[in-house]
Nanobody, 121 residues
Framework: QVQLVESGGGLVQAGGSLRLSCAAS????????MGWFRQAPGKDREFVAA????????RYADSVKGRFTISRDNAKNTGYLQMNSLKPDDTAVYYC??????????????WGQGTQVTVSS
């Protein structure tokens, strides 16, 4: 069983930056791909970014390419999402997830509880 806990959310002005963290416990996450999703009020959950277990492969939603960077530190059992040039449309609850591969991330078996990101205009 993997337990994921997100942190780093908050209120930021448009154009600002935040770094989200996803700390894993109870089991090492070094063999899992990690991903980030978000859900805005009244909208479906959407994929944001994912990274392979080694960090050698990444994938991004078109809406965040060039602004967000996903990374991980397996020694710390933690994943990160660096978010730059934030826009009001980025406002959502952000969830991290862990899955066997990037390709199966939508059906990830492990999810965090979410952290709120609010971008003011």
């Amino acid at each position: 069983q993997v337990q994921l806990v997100e942190s780093g959310g908050g209120l930021v002005q448009a154009g600002g930056s935040l770094r989200l963290s996803c700390a894993a416990s109870k089991r090492t996450i070094s063999t899992y791909a990690m991903g980030w999703f978000r859900q805005a009020p009244g909208k479906d959950r959407e994929f944001v970014a994912a990274i392979s277990w080694s960090g050698g492969s990444t994938r991004y939603a078109d809406s965040v390419k060039g602004r967000f960077t996903i990374s991980r530190d397996n020694a710390k059992n933690t994943g990160y999402l660096q978010m730059n040039s934030l826009k009001p449309d980025d406002t959502a609850v952000y969830y991290c997830a862990a899955s066997v591969t990037i390709a199966t991330m939508e059906a990830a078996g492990y999810w965090g509880q979410g952290t709120q990101v609010t971008v003011s205009s």
